[in-house]
């Protein structure tokens, strides 16, 4: 299927790269220069900000194309883990999630020259129990300083995880079953 518009991708995420590779032959790439902090209380809506925030700053400089941008944030107990600061914070949260599930929500923002439509996708992952010295020579492979709650399921912090409930994709970065519907709904593909 052709894409009614040039799709740029809004992310330098190698991931959601090949993800998205999956859907189109061809996209750019152009990685917004934005504020990730987070600005809203409800894990969905933080996500979504910071999604549609991306897609807007990439929109500007792109505004003939399908801009597609996404977030992805780990909420364990009603806290969202976002990416960690330091190996300290990052050994904190896989402590946190070690032994047990949370929720992993990518927010997914589109915008084109005759629209805008968001969506969210949660998954539910289930961590088994870690020791300590696991935890910490995992965090020193440095692969979860760039990751939402401090793992990546598609490398090495996938033998962290017992079971996913949900879309895998969406733990990984981008919900690419949910985003192929909502393309051909909006009639974009």
Same mark, same amino acid.
């Given at each position: 299927?052709?894409?009614?518009?040039?799709?740029?991708?809004? +992310?330098? +995420?190698?991931?959601?790269?090949?993800?998205?590779?999956?859907?189109?032959?061809?996209?750019?790439?152009?990685?917004?220069?934005?504020?990730?902090?987070?600005?809203?209380?409800?894990?969905?809506?933080?996500?979504?900000?910071?999604?549609?925030?991306?897609?807007?700053?990439?929109?500007?400089?792109?505004?003939?194309?399908?801009?597609?941008?996404?977030?992805?944030?780990?909420?364990?107990?009603?806290?969202?883990?976002?990416?960690?600061?330091?190996?300290?914070?990052?050994?904190?949260?896989?402590?946190?999630? +070690?032994?047990?599930?949370?929720?992993?929500?990518?927010?997914?923002?589109?915008?084109?020259?005759?629209?805008?439509? +968001?969506?969210?996708?949660?998954?539910?992952?289930?961590?088994?129990?870690?020791?300590?010295?696991?935890?910490?020579?995992?965090?020193?492979?440095?692969?979860?300083?760039?990751?939402?709650?401090?793992?990546?399921?598609?490398?090495?912090?996938?033998?962290?995880?017992?079971?996913?409930?949900?879309?895998?994709?969406?733990?990984?970065?981008?919900?690419?079953?949910?985003?192929?519907?909502?393309?051909?709904?909006?009639?974009?593909?």
């Amino acid at each position: 299927m052709k894409p009614r518009y040039p799709v740029v991708l809004a +992310s330098g +995420s190698p991931r959601r790269k090949h993800l998205l590779a999956q859907i189109f032959a061809e996209f750019d790439i152009v990685i917004p220069n934005i504020d990730e902090s987070i600005q809203a209380a409800e894990p969905e809506q933080a996500a979504l900000d910071i999604a549609e925030r991306k897609a807007r700053t990439v929109f500007a400089q792109r505004p003939d194309s399908l801009v597609i941008a996404a977030d992805t944030i780990v909420v364990f107990q009603k806290m969202i883990l976002n990416k960690p600061d330091n190996e300290a914070h990052a050994v904190q949260m896989l402590t946190q999630l +070690s032994g047990s599930c949370h929720t992993v929500i990518t927010a997914v923002a589109l915008l084109w020259p005759q629209g805008a439509h +968001s969506f969210a996708e949660s998954s539910i992952v289930e961590f088994r129990r870690a020791s300590p010295s696991e935890i910490e020579a995992y965090v020193k492979t440095g692969e979860p300083m760039d990751k939402a709650g401090a793992y990546g399921i598609q490398g090495m912090g996938g033998t962290l995880v017992t079971s996913v409930e949900g879309d895998y994709d969406n733990v990984v970065g981008l919900p690419l079953n949910r985003l192929k519907l909502e393309l051909v709904r909006l009639n974009l593909l």
